[in-house]
Nanobody, 126 residues
Framework: QVQLVESGGGLVQAGGSLRLSCAAS????????MGWFRQAPGKEREFVAA????????YYADSVKGRFAISRDNAKSTGYLQMNGLKPEDTAVYYC???????????????????WGQGTQVTVSS
C-alpha cells in the first residue's frame, strides 16, 4: 500500500491561490490513478478531482472546474492540486488518495481509493 502525505494547506483570502502537494512512498504510485477529496466541518467527504496514472486523463467536480487543476510528477512520486480563485466554500480538509478500489468507476463522483493521506487544512477567508 502506498503511503501519502499532503502539504501546502493554509489560510488564504478569497480569490487567492494555493498549491497542495501529495508525496507518495512506495513503488506503485506511478501505476495508479490518484484523486483529491475534501471534507468541510459537518459535511460528508466529497470528490474534487482525479488523474489517471499517466496524467493523460483528468476530471473534476463541477464546483471546482475551471478553478482547480490536478497534476502529477511520477518521477517525483508527487501529485498536485493547484487551486485558484478560492472561495470561502472551498474551506475544508483536503485529502489525496491513490490505488483505485476494484469496482470503483473512473469518471464518476463516487470513485474511491484504498490509500489515503492524513489531510491538510485549507481555510479561505471572505
Amino acid at each position: 500500500q502506498v503511503q501519502l502525505v499532503e502539504s501546502g494547506g493554509g489560510l488564504v483570502q478569497a480569490g487567492g491561490s494555493l498549491r497542495l502537494s501529495c508525496a507518495a512512498s512506495g513503488r506503485t504510485f506511478s501505476s495508479n490513478a490518484m484523486g483529491w477529496f475534501r471534507q468541510a466541518p459537518g459535511k460528508e467527504r466529497e470528490f474534487v478531482a482525479a488523474i489517471s496514472s499517466s496524467g493523460a486523463n483528468k476530471y473534476y467536480a463541477d464546483s471546482v472546474k475551471g478553478r482547480f487543476a490536478i497534476s502529477r510528477d511520477n518521477a517525483k512520486s508527487t501529485g498536485y492540486l493547484q487551486m485558484n480563485g478560492l472561495k470561502p466554500e472551498d474551506t475544508a480538509v483536503y485529502y489525496c488518495a491513490s490505488e483505485r478500489k476494484s469496482g470503483s468507476t473512473w469518471g464518476t463522483l463516487n470513485i474511491d481509493f484504498n490509500s489515503w493521506g492524513q489531510g491538510t487544512q485549507v481555510t479561505v477567508s471572505s
